[in-house]
Every structure is written in C-alpha cells, then in structure tokens.
C-alpha cells in the first residue's frame, strides 16, 4: 500500500511543478513595475497643493500591491544609502536584539542593546519613520529599569515615549500590573504638561515635515500644542538628501527650526527634467525628458502629475506613461476641494482608480505652457501589415501588431512556456514509467522480507 501512495505523491508533485513553471514562463505571475511618481506645479502659486498632493500619492504608492515603489532618494543618489540611514538601520539591529533579551529575561544585556538603539535612533531622526520601534525601545527600557528598582529611569524612559506618542500604550498582557500602574501614572501626569510651538522653514521650501513620525504638512509652517520635551523633526523632498534634527520644546513659547537641505548626486539632471516635463508629459511617444527621468531613476513606469490651483480648487492632469513601449497609456483630469477636507482618502481612491484605467476623462484641457487640449488617451495596439505601418523604433509582428524593435526577436527558446511544457511532460512521462516499474515488494514472497543471496 505504501509504495501504492509513494507513486500517486511523486506524480502529482511532477504535475504542480510542471503547472507552475508553464505559468511562470507565461508571466502569469510577473514581477511587480517599477515605478517613479513626479508632481509638478504649473505656476508658483501651485506650489504647496502640489507638493501636498504629492506626499498623499507617494502614500498610496508605497503600499501597492501592483507596482514597486521607487524611492526618490535612494534613486537620485545612484543607489547610495546616505550615513544617517546607516545608522537608522543599525538602532533596529539593537532594538531586535535587546527585544529578544528581554524576552529571555537577560535584563543587563537587554539594557545595553536598548540603550545603544536609543542612542543611534537619536544621531538619525531624518530616518526614524513612524518611530514605532524607537517607541517600543523607550517602553521596555523603562520596564527593565523597573524590574531593576530604578524607578526613576524608568519613569523618564515613559515620559519619553508618551511625549513622542501621548496616545501610545503598554502590552498589558508583556507586563506587570505595578509596571502598568506606573506607565498609567506618568500618562497622566503627561496629560496636563505645558505645551508649545515650532515654527518651521526649509530652503527650498514644499518640503514634506513629520514630527515625532506623523505627517504635519508642508514647509513652512508653524505646529502648535506640542508637549514640552524633545522632539523629532524629519523634513523630504524629492531631489534631496532627507534632513532631520532634534528640538527641545519650552512652555508656551515658539521654538525655530530652519534646515537647509542638500541637492543628491542627480539632482541637476532631475531639476532639468522637471523644468520641462509638463510639455512632455503630453507627447505620445514620450518626450525626452521622460526618457531621461526613467533612465537615471531605473523606472519602468512613470506616474506623472501636473498640478495647478484655480481659486478653492487644484486641478490635477495625470499621466500614466509606459517606458518599454515609450507612450502614454492613458490620462485623466481630477479637481479637488482645496484646501483638503480628507486629502488621504479622496486621494487614494483616485490614484487607485486610475491607476486600473476606471477614472479616463472624457475630455482633458490643456495644462500651461500646453497649446492643444489633450483628448483622453488609452493605448490600443496599432494593427499593421509591415514594419513601415507602424511609427518610431516599433516593428510589425507576425501577429499584424505594433511592437517595440527589441521585442520582435522573442524571448530565449528556453525562456517559451512550450519549452518548459516539453520539458516538464518529459520529466513527468519518465518518471511515471520509473515508478510504474519500480518492483513494488508485493509479488511473490512474504511481505516486509527482503532476501540476499551472495
């Protein structure tokens, strides 16, 4: 009977594998496009909507489950973490450790990989994200200095986080109640603090500014009713080196934070591109600096957006434009309220919508600098009858269809699904004769013997 079910198990996982390489050779599973989001003001007075709409659009990318986010950053460095990111990186390396320390009860040793991501996390506040593990770090140092009598530090370890964080809370079900009453206590007493103000200025401004990990706007602006402390200021914008400090709130005063941010390596080509862009985001084939923003970025899509304020509006035209085929897959005309009544979800939802091609206007007007009102593009495949019916570097297929040069040729032989169905039907068919012949044990003699003869 084993052997009976050893035969049905190695055919039928000959089967899945040959199914899943046929499908993977088809691109039913395809890697996720890489792409690049630009938004550009169409005049000065458009410059924070744009910048606003921007950081919400970025949100939305970030989490997609269709396409790989490119970080400008990382990109317009050529690929070079910058130093503080380093260190960012090296804090969570501790916070891991010391988290799994104190798990384990090795309280000395926890304390001093917590202690050395504290450390780090504050050399690096440009990079802290949403600070939930710097959070996490504060809390459980100031539990294990409680659980080593040091209520004192612990204490301040508290009020650190519930500064950073008023409305963080503790794992009832990881602690102790005396250490829960403690944390509970100090909450309170953070609840009827002093509070004050910072005023914040970047060159150039539109910059994006998180304090203590939450978005707050766009620069320069003013933050009230912060908690007398310390506080993390992050400041992004694309083209530049992230930028980020540490400021000391006193009580009703404001504080001042000026941050002159640093162009990255590729700023000077990406700055060129952007001064030309919203004519180019308008030509079908693309434009060259289209071509250029996906070279030195590595993007297979570009999601680019040209933003303009009319009155308590913004007017937003998107573009969608493919980097293999070098044209624009389709367009679309969105106004907002401005200012935001729920930016992140009217946002999301639009971004989100036309990113699957449901939100194509029916009519596009023309944005500045634009002479002709675009119509709504979504790319149909030319059909054709030789290489000349078609335009630019695209050549005509053997199926009568308009395709890039490069594509012609198809893939490698061994890269076809019919190569891998061979293959696999092969492999299965050999296999399965194998195992059919495979003496089963069951003809002739006692079951379980085995006899040898010398």
Known sequence: MRYRILKIFLISLIGIILIKLSLYAQGVSPL?????????????????????YHYYVKKVLESSKDYQFIEPELALENGNITPNKKICAEASTYYNAGKKQFENMDLDAAIQS????????????????????????????????IFNREEKMGKEMFRKALIFNPETTINKDLFPPNIIQI???????????????????TIPQGAEVFIDGKFVGISPLIKNDL???NHFISISKDGYINDGGRIDIK???EEVYQAQLIPTKRFAEFSQILSTIQTDVTLDPIGESIKSLAA???????????????GTEIIIDAYLLDIAS?????????????????AESEIATFV???????????EIQPVAKVEQPLKPVKREIPECKMDADCKDSMVCSKEGKCIPAEKKEGKEFYKQWWFYTAVGSGLLLITCGAILLWPSGEEGGSEGTINFKF
Request: aromatic residues 12%.
């Open 32 to 52: 996720k496009k890489r792409i690049f989001i630009v938004s550009v003001p169409s005049d000065n007075f458009s410059n924070k909507p744009a910048a606003l």
């Open 114 to 145: 917590m202690s050395k991501a504290l450390s780090s996390y504050w050399k690096c506040p440009a990079y802290i994200g949403d600070g939930a593990e710097y959070l996490e770090t504060l809390k459980m140092l100031g539990a294990i200095y």
């Open 183 to 201: 944390f509970e206590k100090v909450k309170l007493e953070i609840s009827t603090m002093k509070k004050g103000s910072v005023n914040i200025s």
């Open 227 to 229: 908690f007398v402390g």
């Open 251 to 253: 009580p009703d005063e």
């Open 296 to 310: 030195i970025t590595g993007a297979d899509m570009i999601f680019a957006n040209v933003v303009r304020r009319d």
């Open 326 to 342: 070098k044209s624009r897959v389709y367009n679309s005309q969105r106004r907002f309220n401005y200012p935001f009544k729920e």
């Open 352 to 362: 989100l919508e036309f990113l699957a091609g449901k939100t194509v206007s029916k």
